[in-house]
């Protein structure tokens, strides 16, 4: 009995440097409380360079709970499983801890308005209507004719695909939506597959391009990037909103950035449009709140048209590149959709009361 208590010691410690040593990649949902006033969700992703994803908290105002736009969280898991997550782009909140593994988080939110730092706990929760997701990574180089001084071709990959297990018509639909977001084309494959069948798209191209040049002098102008990256900004009530993120440079030219939106109704077994949101006859007052987020964004006053500014057009309609979430509705304008490159992209989230008859809440 003491020997098996012994070993079964031994494999709890080796289990738990194992984690630490390697941390794995994986998706969680995480919900937690820092107060009884403060609720956190968050929606969290490991991979081997970086931890990150999106939040959001609900606190209490006037006795009503009131739901805050998702914040992007950027970060990376250190020695001993240590890590800190900053609001992207954001200086005045952060979260630091530890995993314990990867269905739990402990540590403290650090926030300029408060006085001391609070301590929070965040478990992986997949209450119903909310869908579990198996991530797979790749990061892959190879080089012109498997030269090393040729030019070479970098992807990295990362994706979320749902589990198997699920209602197998839901999984279908979602697994092929998921496929057409990033840019796979053909038969329904799985996880590993399709990224492969990506992969190997990309590194023939590149190829392809470089059959009837010479390459030699100044290789690293030839040289080819790419990521895909998936995140998800909600997860609950039936309701799963993926974002995409791809980047792509060839040779010295900028690269280029662009973010795309699913947004899937479990319940329904579809992709949602805009259509199924907006009411009729509504569409004008929509583009008059998107006007107000696009002048309060840029400092634009009221008086200044929009084209003076840099804009296309002095009015701003709704884009089919939106995302719902709990706390409002994001719609999300890339690099030349509405502005020039030096405007950079648009992203413009309007709370769900200010919204109240223009828009059907699911």
Not at 42 to 66: C, H, P, R, T, V
Not at 82 to 110: P, Y
Not at 328 to 339: C, D, S
Request: charged letters at 20%; glycine letters at 6%; one cysteine or more.
């Amino acid at each position: 009995m003491k020997k098996q208590f012994i070993l079964l010691s031994c494999l709890i410690i080796l289990s738990q440097l194992s984690f630490a040593q390697n941390s794995p990649l994986f998706y969680e949902h995480y919900t937690g409380l820092i107060s009884q006033d403060l609720k956190i969700t968050a929606d969290l992703i490991n991979l081997k360079n970086s931890f990150s994803g999106f939040y959001y908290y609900q606190f209490k105002e006037e006795g009503a709970w009131k739901t805050s736009k998702p914040i992007a969280l950027d970060g990376r898991v250190g020695e001993e499983q240590a890590f800190v997550l900053n609001e992207f782009g954001e200086n005045h909140s952060f979260f630091q801890g530890r995993l314990e593994n990867s269905k739990l988080i402990r540590g403290q939110w650090h926030n300029a308005d408060l006085k001391e730092a609070v301590d929070f706990t965040l478990k992986a929760t997949y209450p119903q209507g909310s869908i579990p997701m198996n991530l797979v990574e790749s990061d892959e180089r190879r080089y012109f004719d498997d030269d090393p001084t040729l030019p070479q071709a970098h992807i990295h990959i990362s994706v979320l695909f749902p589990t198997s297990t699920m209602d197998q018509a839901v999984y279908h639909q979602l697994l092929k939506r998921i496929d057409h977001l990033i840019g796979f084309r053909g038969e329904l494959k799985q996880g590993q597959d399709i990224i492969t069948s990506l992969e190997e798209r990309f590194f023939h191209q590149f190829q392809l391009s470089l059959a009837n040049i010479k390459v030699d002098s100044l290789p690293s102008s030839f040289n080819w990037e790419k990521s895909i990256r998936m995140d998800v900004i909600n997860n609950e009530g039936a309701l799963l909103c993926l974002q995409v993120e791809t980047y792509a440079k060839t040779g010295l030219r900028d690269g280029a950035r662009v973010k795309k939106y699913l947004v899937f109704d479990e319940k329904q077994n579809k992709v949602i449009k805009l259509n199924d949101l907006l009411i009729a006859d509504k569409k004008d007052q929509l583009d008059n709140l998107l006007q107000e987020k696009i002048r309060n964004i840029y400092h634009i006053d009221e008086t200044t048209p929009l084209t003076q500014a840099g804009f296309f057009n002095d009015s701003i309609a709704p884009t089919q590149n939106f995302y719902l979430h709990p706390g409002g509705l994001g719609f999300y304008y890339n690099v030349y959709e509405i502005a020039p490159a030096a405007n950079g992209p648009s992203d413009l989230f309007i709370p769900w009361q200010q919204l109240h008859g223009l828009i059907n809440i699911p």
